[in-house]
């Protein structure tokens, strides 16, 4: 998991795959004090959180995602991203963002006992 969250940084990442990663809060990222993640050209998929499958902004933090995929991605709350006081605005342009889900502890408690 990346966190940017040191007063106004920038953190590109370009053509990459995120796959399989576990959090608690934001999947993959977390954003905030005033800091920005552009993603370019990547992949997210079968990614998990508890809060935000993907990406957590917050305390002015933001994120844009261009011409990505972002799929198969799980929470029990917000498959995709959490936004909380935010001043900027987040951004998503040209990216397929299909079958991600919120599932439910009960859900969770089921696949952990199969393993």
Do not use: H, P
């Amino acid at each position: 998991m990346l966190f940017a969250g040191y007063q106004r940084t920038t953190t590109i990442i370009r053509n990459s795959i995120f796959t399989n990663n576990t959090s608690l809060q934001g999947g993959v990222f977390t954003v905030e004090s005033e800091s920005v993640i552009r993603v370019y050209g990547s992949t997210f998929t079968s990614n998990f959180a508890v809060i935000s499958g993907i990406i957590q902004a917050s305390n002015n933090g933001y994120f844009e995602f261009y011409n990505s995929t972002i799929y198969n991605n799980y929470a029990v709350s917000s498959s995709v991203s959490q936004i909380f006081d935010a001043a900027s605005t987040s951004q998503v342009q040209n990216c397929s963002i299909y079958s991600n889900e919120v599932v439910s502890s009960t859900d969770l408690n089921i696949e952990i006992s199969r393993t």
